[in-house]
C-alpha cells in the first residue's frame, strides 16, 4: 500500500474533524491497535494463569512431571490413558499460553518501538 493510498484511508477521517490531521490519524489508530492487542494477550494469560492456578513457568514443571507418569511403569493403562488424555489438553493449554506470551512481547516491543 503506497502513501498516497493510506492517506486516502484516513482522510474521512480528517475531513469530518475526527482527527487533526493525517499524522495523527495514522498515529493514533495504530497506537490504539497495538495496546488492543496487548490487552487481549494480557486477558489471555491472566485467564490460563486463573485456569491452572499457577504461572506458567510453574505450569511447565508441572507438566513436565505429569508427562513423565507416563513413561515411569507405575500407571495401570486405564490409569495411563486417563493421564494421556488429560496431558494432551494441558499440552494445548501450555501452547496456547507460550503463543499468547510470545505475541505480548511482540506486541510490548512494537509499543517500545513506535514510542507509544
Not at 493514533?28 to 499457577?54: C, F, S
Request: glycine fraction near 2%.
Amino acid at each position: 500500500m503506497t502513501e498516497r493510498e493510506v492517506a486516502a484511508l484516513v482522510e474521512p477521517l480528517v475531513r469530518s474533524l475526527a482527527f487533526p490531521s493525517t499524522e495523527e490519524a495514522i498515529r493514533t489508530l495504530v497506537r490504539d491497535y497495538i495496546l488492543r492487542q496487548i490487552r487481549h494477550y494480557r486477558r489471555r494469560l491472566a485467564t490460563l494463569e486463573k485456569r491452572h492456578g499457577m504461572s506458567f513457568d510453574k505450569f511447565s514443571a508441572y507438566l513436565k512431571e505429569r508427562s513423565a507418569l507416563l513413561s515411569n511403569g507405575y500407571l495401570d493403562p486405564e490409569q495411563k490413558q486417563r493421564v494421556a488424555q488429560a496431558v494432551m489438553a494441558e499440552e494445548e493449554d501450555w501452547l496456547d499460553w507460550k503463543i499468547a506470551r510470545d505475541f505480548l512481547e511482540s506486541w510490548l516491543g512494537l509499543k517500545a518501538e513506535a514510542s507509544l
